[in-house]
């Protein structure tokens, strides 16, 4: 009988952690949200088109103009697992497609990072970040 309220107490135990692994209020260092911005910095009259999605969260397609940005708020799981993906495609000035792929968040490279705001402009030659200053800086280069 004893054996049964501790395999009962481990059960409870892990199901309450692992339940924190993907909370979605936050607590802790994980109390505020992380919010993510995509700059279409490609060039004037190219339209951005993009999808992102995580393992919990499908943001569905969406299309930027020249110099627009759109964003989202999340919070980061408790084991700092949270991770996103944005697929990128376009048609440059020479009238070809384009088609780029980008872990746009990922917890564990950017919690110290960006922390709670990262901010892309997304370019013909990469993806641009920011940390801490004003001047965006080549974080990942197209293949």
């Given at each position: 009988m004893a054996s049964f309220f501790v395999n009962f107490f481990l059960v409870v135990l892990l199901t309450i952690l692992f339940g924190f692994s993907s909370l979605t209020d936050g607590f802790g260092r994980h109390s505020s949200k992380t919010d993510v911005i995509v700059v279409n910095n490609l060039s004037p009259n190219i339209m951005l088109n993009f999808h992102c999605k995580s393992a919990d969260d499908d943001l569905g397609e969406r299309s930027l103009a020249f110099d627009t940005a759109w964003d989202w708020s999340f919070y980061v799981n408790?084991?700092?697992?949270?991770?996103?993906?944005c697929n990128?495609?376009?048609?440059?000035?020479?009238?070809?497609?384009?088609?780029?792929?980008?872990?746009?968040?990922?917890?564990?490279?950017?919690?110290?990072?960006?922390?709670?705001?990262?901010?892309?402009?997304?370019?013909?030659?990469?993806?641009y970040g920011f940390t801490g200053g004003m001047e965006p800086y080549l974080f990942h280069k197209w293949p």
């Open positions: 408790f084991i700092d697992t949270t991770l996103y993906w990128f495609w376009w048609v440059d000035n020479n009238g070809k497609s384009r088609q780029e792929g980008f872990q746009i968040y990922k917890a564990k490279r950017d919690m110290k990072r960006c922390h709670n705001y990262c901010r892309y402009e997304i370019r013909s030659d990469g993806v």
